[in-house]
Nanobody
């Protein structure tokens, strides 16, 4: 499986963006998916994750109520809708595929395939 993230860009604080991640391969539908981000000079941090059938989601506290993760297994896509963006949301965003049997999880060690990242820059 390979992952390709897109949809990043420059947006003003308070604005919105939708990130997309397309997966190749046959195992996408049966795996949890996650979004992580890494700010300049920072560590990679968990943003959101979703179970394989989308019945369970999990968010970091700072994005709850602003970000929504979703997926379309038929299209092998996972999305991150971001609203009310803040300066602190500026980072490279990565999508990731969970290991077999894993559910939504904030631990990056649970994910075994990572996309290349898409830059999100929030300006004042």
């Amino acid at each position: 499986v390979q992952l390709q993230a897109s949809g990043g860009g420059l947006v003003q604080a308070g604005g919105s963006l939708r990130l997309s991640c397309v997966a190749s391969g046959r195992t996408f539908s049966w795996r949890a998916m996650g979004w992580f981000r890494q700010a300049p000079g920072g560590v990679r941090e968990f943003v959101a994750s979703i179970s394989w059938n989308a019945d369970s989601t999990y968010y970091r506290d700072s994005v709850k109520g602003r970000f929504t993760i979703s997926r379309d297994n038929g299209k092998r896509m996972v999305y991150l809708q971001m609203t009310s963006l803040k300066l602190d949301d500026t980072a490279v965003y990565f999508c990731a595929k969970g290991k077999y049997g894993s559910g939504p999880n904030k631990d990056p060690a649970v994910y075994d395939v990572w996309g290349q990242g898409t830059q999100v820059t929030v300006s004042s």
